[in-house]
């Protein structure tokens, strides 16, 4: 009896142990995923405000980790801070153009705004209203749900994973409704296929079909060429000259790099506002410039209202509970003043890689526009924010710091492990 007893008692501890390791875990677990938002796993690569020491080492980075061309401003206070150009063949400036990717979505997403300020477009209106030429397919979910705020956030339910590869030079393009209908140049591995395959909850689901859908809306509504819409409604009043859609003069474009240093495809686009804007970085200074105010000039510079911009800094779409997407833009981090450091990303094949990014509370921007490394600029796009805010964004979390948070997380976990072994042998 007094060994059952004994038995019963060590089998209680034993238990209360292995409870407690879990709960060190999970609290472990949660240290880890706020330091590594936080930074604290992560050196500052300049000091703060230095914004010559933090283009030296963008520099340095560049010089290890490029065969290509780069691009870069840094903006302070909504003015332009610094710069810097390289290219490892035909030398770049401020007035090269650059096709950067996704970035173009964000310039989209204003051209849908202009639509919605001008009352031509209901942001909570099915989009199938806007649409004559093509409409969703039929699913297992209301297409109704499909929204134009939901389009822009991504968070429409849309699963098509679009990434779009492009198409040579030789190929002739197709057609809006051919790409909507089997777009035929999807990144392997993804479904390209444009229909609702799960439900609208506010999660984040990446869609480069749903700015497709977007460029149609602005094509039906307007009744122009998604092109002439957008340099006529948003480049021109915001002085952007010579960016452009399609057709970029070849005297002023950018050579395109693959990540050995060779020269690449110039792929073109049927989904040029998901994938294809041509601009320069002295054009997408305007761009940022247009969103801070300024003596004389409020933000949006009469393109948005400084209300529009505000809804659009504001979150839309989630993971894992955090803000993730307003509505045409990035939610990188929290910058401090009630707001966001907001901005795109983008990559298209084989390496090109360019971001923009701002916050809009203090003025301080990035931009950078390269080819020759498919994540270079990416990378010091995450550089900066950390620089500027302190944060670290999810998307440097995923693509720069798994291993080395993993690496935290599992040294933290096998002292607790031990601990408790010590503990159930004692």
């Known amino acids: 009896m007094v060994f059952g007893n004994g038995r019963n008692d060590w089998m209680k501890r034993v238990l209360g142990i292995i409870l407690?390791?879990?709960?060190?875990?999970?609290?472990?677990?949660?240290?880890?995923?706020?330091?590594?938002?936080?930074?604290?796993?992560?050196?500052?690569?300049?000091?703060?405000?230095?914004?010559?020491?933090?283009?030296?080492?963008?520099e340095g980075r560049?010089?290890?980790?490029?065969?290509?061309?780069?691009?870069?401003?840094?903006?302070?206070?909504?003015?332009?801070?610094?710069?810097?150009?390289?290219?490892?063949?035909?030398?770049?400036?401020?007035?090269?153009?650059?096709?950067?990717?996704?970035?173009?979505?964000?310039l989209t997403a204003w051209g849908v705004m202009t639509l919605v300020e001008d009352g031509r477009v209901d942001l909570d209106a099915p989009v199938s209203r806007y649409l004559t030429r093509w409409q969703l397919p039929e699913s297992a979910f209301d297409n109704d749900q499909v929204t134009v705020r939901r389009l822009l956030s991504h968070s429409a339910g849309l699963t098509d994973g679009l990434g779009f590869l492009g198409f040579g030079p030789d190929v002739d393009l197709p057609s809006i409704v051919d790409e909507l209908t089997d777009p035929v140049d999807a990144y392997p591995g993804r479904s390209g296929v444009v229909?609702?395959?799960?439900?609208?909850?506010?999660?984040?689901?990446?869609?480069?079909?749903?700015?497709?859908?977007?460029?149609?809306?602005?094509?039906?509504?307007?009744?122009?060429?998604?092109?002439?819409?957008?340099?006529?409604?948003?480049?021109?009043?915001?002085?952007?000259?010579?960016?452009?859609?399609?057709?970029?003069?070849?005297?002023?474009?950018?050579?395109?790099?693959?990540?050995?240093?060779?020269?690449?495809?110039?792929?073109?686009?049927?989904?040029?506002?998901?994938?294809?804007?041509?601009?320069?970085?002295?054009?997408m200074t305007r761009f940022l410039e247009a969103q801070v105010a300024a003596p004389g000039a409020v933000p949006g510079r009469g393109v948005l209202s400084p209300e529009t911009l505000a809804a659009m800094a504001a979150p839309e779409a989630f993971?894992?509970?955090?803000?993730?997407?307003?509505?045409?833009?990035?939610?990188?981090?929290?910058?401090?003043?009630?707001?966001?450091?907001?901005?795109?990303?983008?990559s298209n094949f084989p390496a090109i890689n360019t971001t923009a990014r701002l916050d809009p509370a203090k003025g301080n921007g990035l931009i950078v526009l390269s080819s020759g490394n498919a994540t270079l600029a990416s990378e010091i796009g995450g550089e900066w924010l950390h620089w500027q805010t302190g944060k670290v964004g999810l998307d440097t979390i995923v693509l720069f710091d798994l291993r080395r948070i993993l690496i935290v997380f599992a040294s933290g976990a096998l002292v607790i492990i031990v601990g408790g072994v010590v503990l159930v042998r004692r």
């Open 195 to 283: 229909r609702v395959g799960a439900r609208a909850d506010g999660t984040w689901r990446y869609s480069g079909g749903g700015y497709l859908v977007l460029q149609l809306v602005i094509e039906e509504v307007s009744g122009e060429a998604f092109n002439d819409y957008m340099r006529r409604a948003v480049f021109a009043p915001l002085g952007m000259s010579a960016s452009t859609f399609v057709d970029p003069d070849p005297e002023h474009l950018a050579e395109i790099y693959a990540a050995d240093g060779s020269e690449a495809v110039h792929y073109r686009f049927t989904a040029t506002g998901a994938a294809s804007l041509y601009t320069s970085v002295a054009d």
């Open 62 to 106: 560049y010089a290890a980790e490029s065969e290509g061309n780069m691009a870069i401003v840094l903006l302070e206070g909504g003015q332009t801070s610094g710069s810097w150009f390289a290219s490892h063949g035909r030398p770049v400036n401020a007035e090269s153009l650059f096709q950067v990717a996704s970035v173009s979505k964000w």
């Open 20 to 58: 407690a390791v879990m709960v060190a875990l999970g609290l472990w677990a949660m240290v880890v995923a706020v330091g590594a938002r936080e930074g604290w796993w992560r050196p500052m690569v300049a000091e703060r405000g230095d914004a010559e020491a933090f283009l030296l080492w963008a």
């Open 319 to 346: 993971v894992y509970s955090l803000p993730v997407w307003g509505l045409g833009e990035s939610l990188y981090a929290p910058n401090g003043a009630g707001g966001f450091v907001i901005g795109h990303d983008g």
